[in-house]
T-cell receptor, first 114, second 114 residues
Framework: GDSVTQMEGPVTLSEEAFLTINCTYT??????LFWYVQYPGEGLQLLLK?????DKGSNKGFEATYRKETTSFHLEKGSVQVSDSAVYFC?????????????FGTGTLLAVQP | DSGVTQTPKHLITATGQRVTLRCSPR?????VYWYQQSLDQGLQFLIQ???????AKGNILERFSAQQFPDLHSELNLSSLELGDSALYFC?????????????FGPGTRLTVL
């Protein structure tokens, strides 16, 4: 079945460091790919998405490119801030069984230190 | 603010009891999803409704049930509660059922079973 694999956390960075969180997926069809962020005590917020191969999603300085050849959707940011500290979830939606449910990775905790 | 509302925010109850979680989707969204977030299982899809009809079931226990009403709000009923049901329950909504749809999440209901 479909699945998402994320790099284990926690990831601890200093402010202004470069961030990469790896995400790879397995899917039988043509999924859409998403990054969601969960701040402490809050729900999930969409960070960015890409719906077809080679699409680049971007938002708030974060970017991720849908790579079909490597089945990857790695999240990057050039310069992180303390306010970026949160849990980041990679997810896919694949139209199988008449549902566009989301399948999530395990989440990666990012801690940014001043 | 995603536009998705969930009540209550917190729920504390005892084993064997029954509770109802409520969700109001964003205006205009016809699809409602329920997800469970726990430390051991991560984020898991439970069930989806579309325009009042059940669309798909995921890892939902038989003790759990849900429905979507004509005004499109949804309720998740959890009965014969066990300690292991303690988790964060999220509701999400989207316009339809296509894989490119973004799902918008509510703030969640934290259920504690004592």
């Amino acid at each position: 079945g479909d699945s998402v694999t994320q790099m284990e956390g926690p990831v601890t960075l200093s402010e202004e460091a470069f961030l990469t969180i790896n995400c790879t997926y397995t899917a039988t069809g043509y999924p859409s790919l998403f990054w969601y962020v969960q701040y402490p005590g809050e729900g999930l917020q969409l960070l960015l998405k890409a719906t077809k191969a080679d699409d680049k999603g971007s938002n708030k300085g974060f970017e991720a490119t849908y790579r079909k050849e490597t089945t990857s959707f790695h999240l990057e940011k050039g310069s992180v801030q303390v306010s970026d500290s949160a849990v980041y979830f990679c997810a896919l939606s694949d139209y199988g069984g008449a549902t566009n449910k989301l399948i999530f990775g395990t989440g990666t905790l990012l801690a940014v230190q001043p | 603010d995603s536009g998705v509302t969930q009540t209550p925010k917190h729920l504390i109850t005892a084993t064997g009891q029954r509770v109802t979680l409520r969700c109001s989707p964003r205006s205009g969204d016809l699809s409602v999803y329920w997800y469970q977030q726990s430390l051991d299982q991560g984020l898991q899809f439970l069930i989806q409704y579309y325009n009042g009809e059940e669309r798909a079931k995921g890892n939902i226990l038989e003790r759990f049930s849900a429905q979507q009403f004509p005004d499109l709000h949804s309720e998740l009923n959890l009965s014969s509660l066990e300690l292991g049901d303690s988790a964060l329950y999220f509701c999400a909504s989207s316009p339809g059922t296509v894989v490119t749809d973004t799902q918008y999440f509510g703030p969640g209901t934290r259920l504690t079973v004592l």
